[in-house]
C-alpha cells in the first residue's frame, strides 16, 4: 500500500510540474542586460544622440527622445495569455474633443495572474532598468491601463505633460501591421514657441514591442485614427513618475482682430434672407425661444437661390486654403475674404453688416446694436435718466430720424440717440451716454477627414461671454458618426451641454458664459463614405462669427 501511495504522490507531483511549466515567467529581453546596450543607450540619451542595435533596439533625441524596444518580452505563451486576460477586462468607451477609444480599468488592482507579471515587471525590473539607463530617479508610483483602438478611434496631438509624469511607456499587443491600418504613434516638432509644428516621425506598431519617451514641454504626439476595419490596436500605456522638467511659461496666441458691423443698408436682409426670419412676429417667438434655451437652430435661413450660389461657389471655385494650426488646439482650412468669390465675400458682408447686427438681437434679446432694447431692468433706468433729463427731446420715426440739426447720431445734449433708421425693422428704443460697441470676428472653414479643434487652457475666446454663429454649406448627406458636429461643454466636465450637427442652409446661434467650451469633433473616416455625387466627397464649410456686445 505505502508503495502504491508513493507511485500516486509522484504521479500527483509530475502533474503539478507540467502545470507550472505552462505558466510561463515574464521575463524582459537578454538584450536590455548586455552591458554594451545599456551603456550604449545611456551615452546616447545623455549626449542626445541616435544608438540602434541589430537586436531590435533603437534610441532617437529627435523630435524629443525616444526608444523602441523590440521583442521586450522572453516567452510568447506569456504574451498570448496576457492578451487574452486584457481582452477579457471591461472597457470604457471614452470620447471628448481629444480622444476616441475603449480603456480599462485602473491595471493596478487586476488580479490576472499575467496582468500581475506584467506590473512586476514594469513597476521592478523595467524601471529599474529605466533609472539605470537614463540616470533618472524613478519614483514608485506608475500609472498603467490597457486601451483599444479600433475603426475610426483616435488620440490628437498633446504632450501628455500632468505634475509627476516624466516617461511615457506603450507596448503593444497587435496583430500584424501597417502603417495604412493608421493607429500610428506619429511625433511632432515643435517652433520657438514650444508649439507644435508637423509630423515628422510615425512608429507603427508592432507584437511585442515597447516605445518609452520623455515626457516635456516638446513631447507632442498622436495615436493617428485607425483605417483599418477588422484589426484591434490592443496596448498597455501609462507614465512613470519623477521630478518634471522645467516648463517654459505657456505660449499664447495672439488674439484675432475683432470689428464693429459694416455700415450698410437694410435691403440686404430682405436680399439674402428668408422673409419668414424677418417677420417681427416670428423674431419675437425665436428670442421667445432662445432666452429660455441660450440656443437656437434656424433652417432654411437664406433664400434658397442665394444660398445655392453661395454653395456652388464654395465647391466649384479653386480657392485658397489655408491650414489653421497649431495641431494641438486646431486643424482646418480657413480662406481669407479678400480672395473668395463675389457672392461668398456678400455671404460674409451680410453676416457682418450692421442691420445684421440688429437682427441678432431681435433673435437673441442681446444688444448688439444701439437700437437694440436691453433687460426690463437696463429699460427702467434708461427711462428714470430721461425723465431727469430736462429739455430733453428725442425725435423717431420708422422710416426717417430727425436729429434737428445735430450732428448724426446726436441730440441737443450731446447724447448718442437710437434712432430707428431700418425702416422695415422694429426695434424698441433706447437712449445712453457711452454705449459699448460691439464687435465680432468671422471665418470661413473648410472641414474634412482628420480636421478638428480641441479645447484648450490658453484660448483667450473662451474667457469672456458670447454670441455663437454657425452656417453650414456642402454638407448634404452629412451623418453624425463622421464626426464635425460643434459640441459645448462645461468646463472640467467631458458630458455635452449642446452638438451642433452640419446642416444645409442651417444657422445655428449659442450663447455662452465663462464657463461654457467648444470644440469641432474629429472628422473621421466615415465621411469618405459620402456619395461621390458630392464633389469634393468628404468636405463641407461653415462661416463661424463670434459676436460681442
Not at 421 to 444: D, F, I, K, N
Request: proline letters at 5%.
Amino acid at each position: 500500500m505505502s508503495s502504491k501511495r508513493r507511485q500516486r504522490d509522484a504521479e500527483t507531483q509530475g502533474r503539478g510540474k507540467k502545470k507550472e511549466k505552462r505558466e510561463e515567467p515574464a521575463e524582459m529581453s537578454r538584450l536590455l542586460q548586455d552591458a554594451g546596450v545599456k551603456g550604449g543607450l545611456r551615452a546616447a540619451w545623455s549626449g542626445g544622440q541616435r544608438f540602434t542595435h541589430e537586436g531590435g533596439v533603437e534610441l532617437d533625441t529627435h523630435p524629443f527622445p525616444h526608444c523602441v524596444l523590440n521583442n521586450f518580452l522572453q516567452s510568447q505563451t506569456f504574451l498570448q495569455e496576457l492578451q487574452r486576460e486584457l481582452l477579457e477586462l471591461n472597457f470604457h468607451q471614452k470620447s471628448n474633443d481629444l480622444y476616441k477609444f475603449q480603456q480599462s480599468d485602473d491595471l493596478k488592482t487586476k488580479r490576472e495572474s499575467h496582468i500581475a507579471a506584467l506590473r512586476s515587471v514594469l513597476f521592478q525590473r523595467f524601471r529599474s532598468w529605466l533609472s539605470e539607463v537614463l540616470q533618472l530617479e524613478l519614483e514608485d508610483t506608475v500609472d498603467i491601463s490597457c486601451a483599444k483602438y479600433e475603426y475610426t478611434d483616435v488620440l490628437l496631438c498633446h504632450d501628455d505633460e500632468l505634475e509627476g509624469r516624466r516617461i511615457a511607456f506603450i507596448l503593444y499587443l497587435v496583430p500584424p501591421w501597417e502603417q495604412s491600418d493608421g493607429g500610428t504613434l506619429d511625433l511632432y516638432s515643435t517652433d520657438k514657441n514650444y508649439q507644435p509644428e508637423k509630423i515628422v516621425k510615425s512608429l507603427v506598431p508592432s507584437w511585442n514591442t515597447l516605445v518609452f519617451f520623455e515626457v516635456s514641454p516638446v513631447s507632442f504626439h498622436q495615436v493617428s485614427e485607425v483605417i483599418s476595419e477588422d484589426k484591434c490596436r490592443l496596448s498597455v500605456s501609462g507614465w512613470f513618475h519623477g521630478r518634471s522638467l522645467e516648463r517654459p511659461p505657456r505660449y499664447t496666441e495672439p488674439t484675432l482682430p475683432r470689428s464693429p458691423h459694416r455700415p450698410h443698408e437694410e435691403q440686404l436682409l430682405y436680399d439674402w434672407i428668408n422673409p419668414v426670419y424677418l417677420d417681427m412676429a416670428y423674431q419675437a417667438q425665436v428670442q421667445e425661444e432662445f432666452e429660455e434655451s441660450s440656443e437656437i437652430l434656424l433652417k432654411n435661413f437664406l433664400q434658397p437661390e442665394k444660398f445655392k450660389m453661395v454653395n456652388d461657389a464654395l465647391r466649384e471655385t479653386d480657392i485658397e486654403w489655408v491650414r489653421r494650426g497649431p495641431p494641438n488646439k486646431r486643424c482646418y482650412g480657413q480662406a481669407e475674404e479678400a480672395g473668395l468669390p463675389q457672392c461668398v465675400r456678400e455671404c460674409w458682408e451680410l453676416l457682418s453688416s450692421e442691420p445684421f447686427f440688429l437682427l441678432l438681437s431681435n433673435f437673441t434679446g442681446l444688444k448688439l446694436h444701439f437700437l437694440a432694447s436691453g433687460s426690463e431692468e437696463e429699460e427702467e433706468e434708461e427711462k428714470e435718466k430721461e425723465e431727469e433729463e430736462e429739455g430733453e427731446t428725442v425725435g423717431v420715426s420708422k422710416a426717417t430720424a430727425s436729429t434737428h440739426g445735430n450732428p448724426p447720431g446726436e441730440n441737443a445734449m450731446g447724447f448718442r440717440v437710437c434712432v430707428v433708421v431700418l425702416s422695415r425693422l422694429e426695434v424698441t428704443v433706447c437712449v445712453s451716454a457711452e454705449p459699448s460697441v460691439p464687435l465680432c470676428l468671422g471665418e470661413l472653414r473648410r472641414w474634412g477627414h482628420g480636421d478638428y479643434t480641441v479645447v484648450h487652457d490658453t484660448d483667450l475666446h473662451n474667457a469672456e461671454f458670447a454670441l455663437d454663429l454657425l452656417f453650414y454649406c456642402g454638407c448634404e448627406d452629412w451623418q453624425p458618426e463622421s464626426g464635425g458636429f460643434t459640441s459645448y461643454i462645461a468646463n472640467g466636465e467631458d458630458e455635452e451641454l449642446l452638438t451642433i450637427n452640419p446642416e444645409n442652409n442651417a444657422l445655428g446661434l449659442v450663447y455662452r458664459d465663462k464657463e461654457t467650451l467648444k470644440f469641432v469633433k474629429h472628422i473621421n473616416h466615415h465621411s469618405a463614405g459620402r456619395p461621390e455625387s458630392h464633389t469634393p466627397a468628404n468636405v463641407f464649410y461653415s462661416f463661424s462669427f463670434v459676436y460681442y456686445e
